[in-house]
C-alpha cells in the first residue's frame, strides 16, 4: 500500500490545521492507519490511529482531547484534525499503515507515507 500525507503548514498556537493521508495500491479494508510525528533531534513518535474497518481510533496521551483520528473509506483517506494546538506539536508528521490495532510502535506498521511538516509558532 502507497500512502500520501499531506495538509501540514506553519499555525500559530491555539489554532487547528487538517492533515489527510490517501491510501492506494492495495485493499486498505483490514489495516490500521496511524499518525506517528519526529521533531527534530528526538525519535518519532506515535500519536494517533484508527482502525479502517470501524472507524476506532487511539491516541497518545499528548494529544488526547486535542486531536481527532477519522477516514473516509470511500475517499480511501485517513485524517487527523489537530486542534489547540503547541509549540510542542512542531514536527514532521507520517501516516503508516500496519494490521495490529492497539499498537503504538513503529514495528507494527509496515509502510509509511511521505512526512508533512508541521509547524506551530506561539
Known amino acids: 500500500v502507497q500512502l500520501q500525507a499531506s495538509g501540514g503548514g506553519l499555525v500559530q498556537a491555539g489554532g487547528s490545521l487538517r492533515l489527510s493521508c490517501l491510501a492506494s495500491?492495495?485493499?486498505?479494508?483490514?489495516?490500521?492507519m496511524g499518525w506517528f510525528r519526529q521533531a527534530p533531534g528526538k525519535e518519532r513518535e506515535f500519536v494517533a490511529a484508527?482502525?479502517?474497518?470501524?472507524?476506532?481510533?487511539y491516541y497518545a496521551d499528548s494529544v488526547k482531547g486535542r486531536f481527532t483520528s477519522s477516514r473516509d473509506k470511500a475517499k480511501n483517506t485517513g485524517y487527523l484534525q489537530m486542534n489547540s494546538l503547541k509549540p510542542a506539536d512542531t514536527a514532521v508528521y507520517y501516516c503508516a499503515a500496519g494490521s495490529r490495532y492497539g499498537s503504538s510502535g513503529r514495528e507494527a506498521f509496515g509502510s509509511w507515507g511521505q512526512g508533512t511538516q508541521v509547524t506551530v509558532s506561539s
Open positions: 484508527i482502525r479502517w474497518t470501524d472507524s476506532n481510533p
Open positions: 495500491g492495495r485493499t486498505f479494508s483490514s489495516y490500521v
